[in-house]
């Protein structure tokens, strides 16, 4: 699926499912994560016209889903708890090349944010797949479908607008390193745990 390494191990959905209010909470806050991280790219690649429009349609949507998210929260009488470290995001920064050209360092940026899109589509597929609470299933799907968009539209603009960078080659080194990565998780009740 998309290219990932390793596939996510359905019973992190059981482990998801028991705690619903701290996924939930997870989940909200890798929204507003998703919104920030686009308005960012727009920020500093503001000449790129048809990205910028791109990507401002992303950000709303992912603010659209942190409302979707937020309305569960509340009708389930849960709380959204504060803002959650995200530890899969931060190994995955770390290994995004901030150093080189302008250049290099856009189209890294962009492939970072598929590989995350790309990750949290496929936890959504094995959410929906797995979880008994029949609404929630129906909701993961629909996300799902969402997010395999916004990792298409990530990998278009790298592909588009690298210079020097071979972004296929860069690519596989982003699936490889990640492959090795998300070993370490599938433990825990977060989008990416
Ligand atoms: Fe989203
Ligand atoms: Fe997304």
């Not at 909200?28 to 503001?46: D, F, G, L, P, V």
């Not at 496929?122 to 916004?150: C, P, Q, T, W």
Request: proline share 1%; net charge negative; hydrophobic share 40%.
């Amino acid at each position: 699926m998309l290219g990932l390494k390793l596939l996510t191990d359905p019973r992190w959905a059981n482990i998801a499912e028991s705690n619903l209010e701290e996924i939930l909470t997870d989940h909200a806050w890798c929204e507003q994560k998703a919104a920030t991280n686009a308005i960012t790219i727009i920020a500093y690649n503001s000449e790129h016209e048809d990205l910028v429009t791109a990507l401002t349609d992303i950000a709303i949507e992912e603010m659209e889903h942190f409302k979707m998210v937020h309305e569960i929260i509340k009708q389930r009488g849960y709380t959204l708890g504060r803002e959650r470290k995200d530890d899969y995001v931060n190994q995955l920064f770390k290994f995004m090349k901030k150093d080189g050209s302008r250049n290099d360092a856009f189209i890294d940026r962009l492939l970072f944010a598929a590989m995350i899109e790309a990750r949290s589509c496929e936890r959504f597929r094995v959410l929906s797949d797995n979880i008994k609470d029949e609404e929630l299933a129906v909701f993961y799907r629909d996300l799902m479908i969402s997010e395999a968009g916004h990792y298409t539209t990530f990998l278009k603009f790298a592909k588009k607008y690298t210079e020097k960078v071979d972004v296929d080659q860069r690519w596989k080194e982003w699936l490889d390193f990640e492959g090795q990565l998300i070993q370490n998780y599938g433990k825990q009740e977060t989008v990416h745990g």
